[in-house]
């Protein structure tokens, strides 16, 4: 069975600080994974996706993501927040066709 | 850039009422997607469409209907609106692959049910 687990629905940090945002997965195939940000009343944009090969994938905005098939993880960073990073995040996860498993969303906050 | 446009971004809506939320895509994606978005309980998708007139329940689509009589536009009905509809609607389309698929989101249609 497919599924998407996301640790931490809320996650605060400081202007500046690193940003994690924790993606466990399942999956019985091999994976395609993404993350999309969604700000305030918008729809989600793709922040960016692992399909196959390099596993440390790097996005826009200055967030990357590795993905650890021995862990089943494809957590989210950025070295150092800005205020502008404030937003929903999802992790994603697809098989080939139209399935795709969502998380249940990290609300990051960032502190001045 | 993939453009998906939800018309509608704010709605309300009494009890009863019959409601159209329009999607309409303009690069040519043979699927089209519709979520529901509520809060801790992430994306659900109601319906997807892979071709003109067809279409697939997803994992709620019980008080929804679709139609999609041409490529670019995929439309959400829902038949007699209920309070528990209140929510964030979300429209997607995507390229049919063999890989992985990406999926290009609208910006969303609120609707409040009265």
């Known amino acids: 069975a497919q599924s998407v687990t996301q640790l931490g629905s809320h996650v605060s940090v400081s202007e500046g600080a690193l940003v994690l945002l924790r993606c466990n997965y399942s999956s019985s195939v091999p994976p395609y994974l993404f993350w999309y940000v969604q700000y305030p009343n918008q729809g989600l944009q793709l922040l960016l996706k692992y399909t196959t090969g390099a596993t440390l994938v790097k996005g826009i905005n200055g967030f990357e993501a590795e993905f650890k098939k021995s862990e089943t993880s494809f957590h989210l960073t950025k070295p150092s927040a800005h205020m502008s990073d404030a937003a929903e995040y999802f992790c994603?996860?697809?098989?080939?066709?139209?399935?795709?498993?969502f998380g249940t969303g990290t609300s990051l906050t960032v502190i001045p | 850039d993939v453009k998906v446009t939800q018309s509608s971004r704010y709605l309300v809506k009494r009890t009863g009422e019959k409601v159209f939320l329009e999607c309409v895509q303009d690069m040519d994606h043979e699927n089209m997607f519709w979520y529901r978005q509520d809060p801790g309980l992430g994306l659900r998708l109601i319906y997807f469409s892979y071709d003109v007139k067809m279409k697939e329940k997803g994992d709620i689509p019980e008080g929804y209907s679709v139609s999609r009589e041409k490529k670019e536009r995929f439309s959400l009905i829902l038949e007699s609106a209920s309070t528990n509809q209140t929510s964030m609607y979300l429209c997607?389309?995507?390229?049919?692959?063999?890989?992985?698929?990406?999926?290009?989101f609208g910006a969303g249609s609120r609707l409040t049910v009265l």
């Open positions: 994603v996860l697809s098989n080939t066709g139209n399935q795709f498993y």
């Open positions: 997607a389309s995507s390229l049919p692959s063999s890989g992985a698929n990406v999926l290009t």
